[in-house]
């Protein structure tokens, strides 16, 4: 469970600090990241979540694997923007395959450029994210939510998820654990096929609890109001350190 800890260092002061006003900064990066037409403002954005990552004591195997995904998509983005969009030719290069005497692909100027932006757009929220996540307990954050009417629904159905995802997780660990030790996994056909059962045993478990759990709080008097952490009075000085750190921000962005 140590992968989604939700932060390492309670004592850092970006732990510390108001959900409230780090909602604030990282929803106003999170535009300018998304509205930026270059690609300097998002990486350097990016570069700077991770060094307070650091900072805060996350391991850099954990970070690297919350990243790889969305890492992994950011690829995928260039390299479709550079081989199959834009007129502006930067080079040609050609592979040998077993069906076709020649593979020839095409790099263009523009759509490499274009692929930067979209991939350092990526990554830059992402990180922001995923710095949000690391510095913010989880019930903090549904609260800090509820304090900006983010509708009652969803953050019900984010309290659920969070609350039964470990215990998948552990389902999920145990199916698997059972399935290797039968040879589930000695080939890529039984490997798949494992994989699908192991799938599929997850999905009906997932139905059988919603039914369950729903039946329990019907049962419990339930209405819809999730009791969260009540938050203390937004101290001057936290709003006006993360107005600051807005304002430094947009000043970079607009350069």
Same mark, same amino acid.
């Given at each position: 469970?140590?992968?989604?800890?939700?932060?390492?260092?309670?004592?850092?002061?970006?732990?510390?600090?108001?959900?409230?006003?780090?909602?604030?900064?990282?929803?106003?990066?999170?535009?300018?990241?998304?509205?930026?037409?270059?690609?300097?403002?998002?990486?350097?954005?990016?570069?700077?979540?991770? +060094?307070?990552?650091?900072?805060?004591?996350?391991?850099?195997?954990?970070?690297?694997?919350?990243?790889?995904?969305?890492?992994?998509?950011?690829?995928?983005?260039?390299?479709?923007?550079?081989?199959?969009?834009?007129?502006?030719?930067?080079?040609?290069?050609?592979?040998?395959?077993?069906?076709? @005497?020649? +593979?020839?692909?095409?790099?263009?100027? &523009?759509?490499?450029?274009?692929?930067?932006?979209?991939?350092?757009?990526?990554?830059?929220?992402?990180? +922001?994210?995923?710095?949000?996540?690391?510095?913010?307990?989880?019930?903090?954050?549904?609260?800090?939510?509820?304090?900006?009417?983010? @509708?009652?629904?969803?953050?019900?159905?984010?309290?659920?998820?969070?609350?039964?995802?470990?215990?998948?997780?552990?389902?999920?660990?145990?199916?698997?654990?059972?399935?290797?030790?039968?040879?589930?996994?000695?080939?890529?056909?039984?490997?798949?096929?494992?994989?699908?059962?192991?799938?599929?045993?997850?999905?009906?478990?997932?139905?059988?609890?919603?039914?369950?759990?729903?039946?329990?709080?019907?049962?419990?008097?339930?209405?819809? &109001?999730?009791?969260?952490?009540?938050?203390?009075?937004?101290?001057?000085?936290?709003?006006?350190?993360?107005?600051?750190?807005?304002?430094?921000?947009?000043?970079?962005?607009?350069?």
């Amino acid at each position: 469970m140590k992968l989604f800890s939700e932060h390492f260092q309670k004592e850092h002061p970006v732990v510390k600090f108001d959900v409230r006003a780090k909602l604030a900064v990282v929803i106003a990066l999170l535009l300018m990241v998304l509205s930026y037409k270059g690609v300097l403002f998002p990486l350097f954005i990016a570069a700077g979540c991770f +060094l307070l990552c650091v900072r805060m004591g996350i391991p850099l195997r954990v970070l690297f694997l919350r990243m790889a995904q969305p890492l992994f998509l950011a690829v995928v983005v260039l390299a479709l923007k550079c081989f199959f969009t834009g007129e502006d030719t930067l080079f040609v290069f050609s592979l040998p395959t077993s069906h076709f @005497p020649l +593979l020839t692909l095409t790099v263009h100027r &523009d759509g490499l450029i274009e692929g930067l932006k979209i991939a350092g757009r990526m990554l830059g929220a992402v990180s +922001l994210v995923i710095a949000l996540g690391f510095a913010t307990p989880f019930t903090e954050f549904m609260a800090g939510l509820s304090w900006f009417r983010v @509708p009652k629904g969803f953050i019900e159905i984010m309290m659920f998820a969070y609350r039964y995802i470990f215990m998948f997780l552990e389902d999920a660990h145990t199916i698997y654990s059972a399935q290797k030790n039968r040879l589930g996994y000695s080939g890529m056909r039984k490997g798949l096929r494992s994989f699908g059962t192991l799938t599929g045993s997850l999905v009906i478990r997932g139905i059988d609890q919603t039914q369950k759990t729903a039946e329990a709080m019907t049962q419990r008097g339930y209405t819809g &109001d999730m009791p969260l952490v009540k938050k203390r009075p937004l101290r001057f000085g936290e709003f006006a350190v993360a107005m600051v750190f807005i304002i430094f921000a947009g000043a970079i962005w607009m350069i």
